[in-house]
């Protein structure tokens, strides 16, 4: 069976670091895109960080450049998000994903699209919960 957990989350304070991992299992992250999402409620879910297996490429969200880091170890089939100077606005539950790359995706264009995309990613975790206070 496939399936993606995610961990991590917690409640910190505004300014504090947090680092989620995405496991896969019942399949390897070899040739698979994975993205790191969020979603609050009544909102839909908003890409955050997506890389690439082919080259590294890598995509961020312009709320959370310079702040978060995707990380992949396909040696561990684990998919890290290190989130830093977190702010009360990053309040949400995040989610990973993963989708298989089918044609080019080498170069950071096909990474940002689908990114922005988030019914293109085929498998989901159940999400971690992450609260930072003001």
């Known amino acids: 069976q496939l399936q993606l957990a995610e961990s991590g989350g917690g409640l910190v304070q505004s300014g504090e670091s947090l680092r989620l991992s995405c496991v896969a299992s019942?399949?390897?992250?070899?040739?698979?895109?994975i993205g790191w999402f969020r979603q609050t409620p009544g909102k839909e879910r908003e890409g955050v960080a997506c890389i690439t297996d082919s080259d590294g490429s890598t995509y961020y969200a312009d709320s959370v450049k310079g702040r978060f880091t995707i990380i992949r170890d396909n040696k561990k089939n684990t998919v890290y998000l290190q989130m830093n100077s977190l702010k009360p606005e990053d309040t949400a539950v995040y989610y990973c994903?993963?989708?298989?790359?089918?044609?080019?995706?080498?170069?950071?264009?096909?990474?940002?699209?689908?990114?922005?995309?988030?019914?293109?990613?085929?498998?989901w975790g159940r999400g971690t919960q992450v609260v930072v206070s003001s």
């Open positions: 994903g993963a989708e298989i790359e089918f044609g080019e995706w080498r170069g950071g264009e096909r990474i940002a699209q689908s990114c922005r995309q988030p019914n293109e990613y085929e498998y």
């Open positions: 019942g399949f390897t992250l070899d040739y698979y895109a």
